[in-house]
């Protein structure tokens, strides 16, 4: 498969399954944001309803949990090889007369700090959503929000609506 990323930049090839990656999450979260919007249907939901969100529940945590943290780590390894022998600071470089404890800090433990934050942060997106989700308001809650009440129901079975 042709990688479709432009070369501007020495390190956008390299990364590009994970940008591809974040661009599905983004616009699976915008789906979920904007149906967070939308208020609880009245009839509970179809089988097929049911089993679409459970895969679109499924595709996104595939995506937050399993193959962006894996794309990142694949990219700090390979391309910016961030190993044990990469170092952000050794214990000798600042430690000059000033009794700080002798810490070295690898490059491979910035990597996977950096990949315990983007679970941190999903996990952290993952509960907000839920709460959410569970206090959208129902359709007579948002309409009587809105100033509308339902006045009688039509023959079709929908609410015929009058201002207040």
């Known amino acids: 498969m042709p990688n479709l990323i432009p070369d501007w930049f020495p390190w956008l090839h390299p990364l590009g ?4 990656a974040l661009l599905f999450t983004a616009i699976g979260l915008g789906i979920v944001f904007a149906m ?9 939901a179809t089988w097929a309803q049911c089993m679409l969100g459970a895969v679109g529940t499924f595709a996104l945590f595939f995506l937050c949990y399993a ?5 990142w780590l694949t990219f700090s390894n390979g391309y910016l090889n961030w190993s044990t022998d990469k170092f952000v600071f050794k214990h000798n470089q600042w430690n000059k007369g000033m009794g700080l404890p002798p810490i070295d800090f690898p490059y491979s433990a910035l990597k996977d700090t950096v990949a315990a934050v983007i679970y941190v942060v ?9 709460a959410k989700w569970q206090k959208r308001p129902t ?11 339902i006045v009688r129901t039509s023959r079709f079975g929908r609410p015929v609506k009058a201002k207040a």
């Open 36 to 44: 967070l919007r939308r208020p609880k249907p009245e009839r509970p």
């Open 139 to 149: 359709a007579e809650e948002a309409n009587a929000d809105a100033g509308e009440k």
């Open 67 to 71: 193959i962006i943290p894996h794309e």
């Open 122 to 130: 999903f996990f952290g997106l993952n509960l907000y959503i839920f």
């Open 17 to 20: 399954r994970m940008l591809w």
